[in-house]
């Protein structure tokens, strides 16, 4: 009881009130859906507690925390992208992200993630979590580095979770600004805690819009509209 006492008053003098309050509405809300379908998504993982399939980027990916539906729902609703183009979360960890995306109406939605302990978990979580979907709903997982994905014409709304550093970071964006110049399409940013935005905006032609603040996190959008020939 003290250290909670501790968490809600640090939380308090850190948020304010109203912050502090979409919080613990996010907490209660995550708890019960992981108590009602018994999936895993609780928990901080540090990089060094993973094997990963590329090493030398291990260094500056950051460790894993549980996006809070709550939030993930009032930005996927601001951001303004459609729910029938394709939606990637970069780093999804154990797949609370894209669980969300996929229950609020995404119609294909992938997880990239590049930690094989997380992919096991992510997609044990998926399972549990395919009953609620929408009919036809694609929902899966990938063991892959976002740096060398190969990200397709329909591949248009990205998710990041501040998932790395910025070296890391500019290798993804040329990634895709490499998709972008071979399939050029719309795409859709929303990036919490975006701590490495400019690598970012600096490699990709994107626009950022208003930010949102909801709870401990702060969302950019950004968008890319290709010029017509």
């Not at 613990?24 to 999936?39: H, K, P, Y």
């Not at 992200?97 to 939605?109: D, N, S």
């Not at 009919?135 to 998932?163: H, I, K, M, R, S």
């Not at 600096?202 to 968008?223: D, K, V």
Request: charged letters at 25%; a positive charge; aromatic letters at 10%.
């Amino acid at each position: 009881m003290p250290q909670l006492l501790q968490r809600t008053f640090n939380s308090l003098t850190r948020l304010g009130p109203k912050r502090s309050m979409e919080t613990l509405l996010s907490m209660i809300e995550d708890a019960v859906f992981d108590l009602r379908l018994g999936t895993d998504m609780t928990g901080r993982v540090l990089q060094a507690e993973l094997t990963v399939i590329n090493p030398e980027h291990q260094a500056q990916a950051k460790p894993y925390f549980l996006t809070r539906a709550r939030a993930l729902r009032r930005a996927f609703a601001q951001s303004g992208a459609p729910l029938d183009r394709g939606f990637l979360d970069i780093g999804c960890g154990k797949g609370k992200a894209i669980i969300t995306a996929a229950l609020f109406g995404f119609k294909r939605v992938r997880g990239i993630e590049f930690a094989p302990e997380l992919v096991s978990v992510a997609k044990q979580n998926l399972d549990k979590a395919r009953r609620l979907l929408p009919p036809g709903t694609e929902l899966n997982v990938v063991c892959a580095d976002a740096t060398a994905y190969d990200y397709g014409p329909e591949d248009c709304v990205f998710f990041l979770y501040n998932p790395f550093g910025g070296d890391v970071m500019r290798e993804f964006a040329q990634q895709l600004a490499r998709s972008l110049r071979q399939h050029p399409r719309k795409l859709w940013v929303i990036y919490t805690d975006p701590a490495c935005l400019s690598e970012l905006m600096r490699e990709l032609p994107l626009q950022e819009q208003p930010r949102l603040t909801y709870g401990g996190y702060e969302i950019a959008f950004l968008t890319h509209t290709p010029v017509l020939q």
